[in-house]
């Protein structure tokens, strides 16, 4: 199956549990890709005591999983360009919403 994952929320727990349900579907031979909109591409600034979301991060990355982050979100917030956070286009979010099986936004 084809996932889609648009994360737009920058609650710690929301976050860790996107990225963890996204590497247990890669896990299960799923594709994945995941586009930060909003809050979402806040992401990477988000650890605390009780989630590393940094980890999990890493860990969907490191297993097969693609991100994509809005331009214009990232520009609004002063982000630069990262690994987890791309500097991406309204036509990959488009491109992930159209071929993707199914879609989840969280």
Same mark, same amino acid.
């Given at each position: 199956m084809k996932l889609g994952v648009i994360l737009y929320s920058n609650d710690p727990e929301t976050v860790y549990q996107a990225f963890r349900l996204s590497i247990y579907s890669l896990s299960q031979g799923d594709q994945v890709n995941m586009f930060l909109l909003a809050?979402?591409? *806040?992401? *990477?600034?988000l650890d605390n005591e009780t989630f590393n979301i940094t980890k999990e991060i890493k860990a969907f990355l490191d297993a097969g999983g693609r991100t994509y982050s809005c331009t214009s979100c990232m520009k609004l917030r002063a982000k630069g360009e990262s690994q987890a956070c791309p500097m991406s286009k309204m036509a990959d979010l488009y491109r992930i919403v159209a071929e993707s099986d199914r879609v989840i936004t969280l």
């Open positions: 809050k979402g591409v *806040e992401c *990477e600034d």
